[in-house]
Nanobody, 119 residues
Framework: VQLQASGGGLVQPGGSLRLSCAAS????????MAWYRQAPGNQRELVAH???????NYRDSVKGRFNISRDNAKNSVYLQMNSLKHEDTAVYYC??????????????WGQGTLVTVSS
């Protein structure tokens, strides 16, 4: 299973970005999909997650500004980020819990995409 993340870049404070992450490979089913981030000198932290049923959860600092969604037909997860702040600067990673047709379940990580919020 491979995850390909994209959509990062440089944006001014108050701007928006949309991150995408597509899973490919021998995938049978995906339940949990999430976005994490890691700023320099900090630990990786959970930003948002979405279950197979569409339930979502966000860390407090992004509530009302970020929106996580998924497209099951495309094995993809998205993160719409609005009203971006300097403190949102980080490398963003997608994370997926999925099962393969071999019956194995595991957690997989994307390669990370850098988001820089700066004027």
């Amino acid at each position: 299973v491979q995850l390909q993340a994209s959509g990062g870049g440089l944006v001014q404070p108050g701007g928006s970005l949309r991150l995408s992450c597509a899973a490919s490979g021998n995938i049978f089913s995906i339940d949990y999909m999430a976005w994490y981030r890691q700023a320099p000198g900090n630990q990786r932290e959970l930003v948002a997650h979405i279950t197979s049923g569409g339930q979502t959860n966000y860390r407090d600092s992004v509530k009302g500004r970020f929106n996580i969604s998924r497209d099951n037909a495309k094995n993809s997860v998205y993160l719409q980020m609005n009203s971006l702040k300097h403190e949102d600067t980080a490398v963003y990673y997608c994370n997926v819990h999925c099962g393969t047709s071999d019956g194995d379940w595991g957690l997989y990580w994307g390669q990370g995409t850098l988001v820089t919020v700066s004027s």
